[in-house]
């Protein structure tokens, strides 16, 4: 799930506060080539309970490169290194690689290390305080509503409504952006003994938009 999240993480009838929002976003993808910090993660249920909580350290290098490190409540890595993404599960001894779809909505993890602005896979929309709702224009992806958190010329928290009631919210909290970040943070290598599980692209279900 938290893989799907994070590869969940990016005509407009613009009144001012689309305007103003979208202008933020645009700059963001403008003015940012690195972003490093910490982040918190929630899972809530229909209902509002939480069920889950996260956190840990990650990074992103536009494009297409991005690092998760979750550290608590259990460990988990996960790597997109611009051709293929991986997620490694310490406790499984096990990695799963597959290839990244960049053009797809199916990968909201790649939606603020995207090269592009994400008008060509979401229509967005304004949403009350300064938050913009992205929905994907490929309605059968199985991705449901982004949800984006902007103040200044950042991202401050992303929301994912997976349609079947339950909702995530990260939290980015310590942004350091365009600092230097080293190759070899966004590259992987399994550590030995460890079992690499190589899972196919999905066929496409629907025309891309």
Do not use: C
């Not at 069920?51 to 990650?58: A, L």
């Not at 994912?160 to 290598?189: H, K, M, V, Y």
């Amino acid at each position: 799930m938290r893989a799907r999240i994070l590869v969940v993480l990016l005509g407009l009838l613009a009144g001012p506060a689309l305007a103003d929002g979208l202008a933020t976003l645009e700059r963001f993808y403008t003015n940012t080539h690195t972003l490093a910090g910490r982040f918190t993660q929630t899972v809530s249920d229909a209902n509002g309970t939480v069920t889950e909580t996260s956190s840990g350290q990650f990074a992103i290098q536009r494009p297409g490169r991005f690092r998760w490190d979750y550290q608590a409540p259990y460990e988990q890595t996960i790597v997109a290194d611009g051709r293929e993404l991986w997620v490694y599960e310490p406790d499984l001894d096990q990695v799963t690689v597959r290839p990244i779809d960049a053009d797809s909505a199916d990968a909201p993890g790649l939606l603020l290390s995207g090269a592009a602005f994400p008008s060509k896979l979401f229509d967005i929309t304004s949403e009350k305080d300064g938050w913009l709702r992205l929905t994907p224009k490929q309605k059968d992806s199985g991705l449901g509503a982004v949800r984006l958190k902007l103040a200044g010329d950042s991202v401050q928290a992303l929301q994912l409504d997976d349609g079947l009631g339950q909702t995530t919210r990260i939290e980015l909290l310590d942004q350091q952006r365009n600092g230097s970040l080293p190759a070899a943070r966004f590259r992987f290598e399994p550590p030995p003994g460890v079992d690499v599980i190589r899972a196919l692209p999905q066929p496409p279900t629907g025309g891309k938009p």
